[in-house]
């Protein structure tokens, strides 16, 4: 599913520092929680990016399941995070993003998923999915989908050699990047062009990382959190940090590209079913879960979303040739080894917001 923008508010961790879980302390007590064809609920309520719950999508699951499924949609994982703190409704299923995974695992928020349940499901996962820091063992979820933060360059503009994020500060191109707008992921990048880590807390680095940016600024022309090939194809920008799909997307109007992975690595995400603790029925979840996970379902999505990476295998092989065999969707493996992925930050998220807002007012001023 498309990322959204981040907005890592301190609220958010706060909240979540006082212990109110009362929206997931109910216990899933619906069910036999074996698999088992046994009563299940007539409806569930699920908790998914924005734009998910399409007509289509809930006839597959009711024609799979006979259960009715509610959707109710977020469009950053902090606003679904705030949802399920909230208590308003008992969500059955979730989508989260990883390091979310972390946080609400360590809240106590999640349920312990059944591998012999979903065992078709994992079986069909691309194991590049799997064993991810941010959930060892996959103990909490299950992926659906992912994708990669690279660097898209129109050739037809661009001649000089890029192959790390460093070659960004280029002088030679200035105004001519639209940039992904999210805190975390190009600060991290600061962070690792300054010699620190990605997702590092030191107070000392992040100033490192934040000063790295501002040097940036004269070569950015906009920040933009999604449809960053808008520009580009508008001929306003040559060069693109963003998401994977939308380069993707671009490949198929831009004549003369290169999508680069990054010499620093790349920061990737996936997306994963968990069950909450909130969930009322954890058999219908389970059903649920799985008819999100088969090829009918993975192909309703799919249309609004060209060139997500999808973690199952069966319904890559369904793709067209040109989308199977795209480095950009499905990088090779040495790429996928040195990803990066967002890590819980906890209180310490504070510290990228304050330095976050430091430098969009500098931006501004541009």
């Known amino acids: ?134 959930d060892p063992g996959n103990k909490y979820c299950i992926p659906s989908s992912g994708g990669q933060v690279g660097i898209m360059v129109n050739r037809d503009k661009v001649t000089q050699e890029i192959t790390s994020y460093a070659d960004l500060w280029n002088p030679e191109f200035a105004g001519q990047i639209v940039i992904l707008d999210d805190q975390r992921i190009l600060m991290g990048i600061g962070n690792v062009l300054t010699g620190g880590d990605f997702n590092s807390t030191d107070e000392a680095q992040l100033e490192k990382s934040e000063a790295k940016l501002e040097e940036l600024l004269p070569n950015i022309k906009t920040f933009l959190s999604f449809t960053q090939y808008t520009p580009m194809l508008n001929g306003e920008c040559s060069i693109a940090v963003g998401w994977s799909h939308e380069a993707f997307q671009m490949s198929k109007q831009l004549e003369n590209w290169e999508y680069i992975y990054p010499s620093e690595g790349m920061h990737m995400y996936n997306d994963c079913y968990v069950i909450p603790t909130s969930c009322s029925d954890i058999d219908a979840a389970y059903a649920v879960i799985k008819c999100m996970l088969s090829d009918e379902y993975y192909a309703a999505s799919h249309a609004d979303n060209p060139g997500t990476r999808n973690a199952s295998i069966s319904f890559r092989e369904t793709l067209d040739d040109y989308e199977k065999n795209s480095s950009i969707i499905f990088p090779p493996a040495e790429q996928e080894e040195k990803g990066l992925f967002l890590e819980n930050l906890g209180e310490d998220m504070t510290k990228y917001d304050t330095l976050w807002t430091e430098f969009k007012q500098k931006a501004s001023m541009q």
């Open 1 to 134: 599913m498309k990322k959204k923008n981040r907005i890592y508010a301190a609220a958010i961790v706060a909240l979540m520092c006082t212990g109110i879980l009362t929206a997931c302390g109910n216990e899933s007590t619906n069910g036999s929680s074996d698999g088992t064809e046994k009563a299940k609920a007539e409806s569930v309520n699920i908790l998914a990016w924005s734009g998910s719950g399409t007509d289509e999508q809930i006839n597959i699951i009711k024609e799979q399941t006979g259960i009715t499924a509610n959707f109710t949609n977020f469009t950053m994982l902090e606003e679904m995070l705030a949802k399920l703190l909230s208590g308003g409704i008992n969500y059955d299923v979730v989508i989260s993003g990883d390091y979310m995974i972390n946080t609400m695992a360590s809240q106590g928020m999640l349920t312990e998923l059944d591998h012999d349940i979903l065992a078709d499901q994992f079986a069909n996962t691309d194991p590049s999915f799997l064993d991810k820091s941010y």
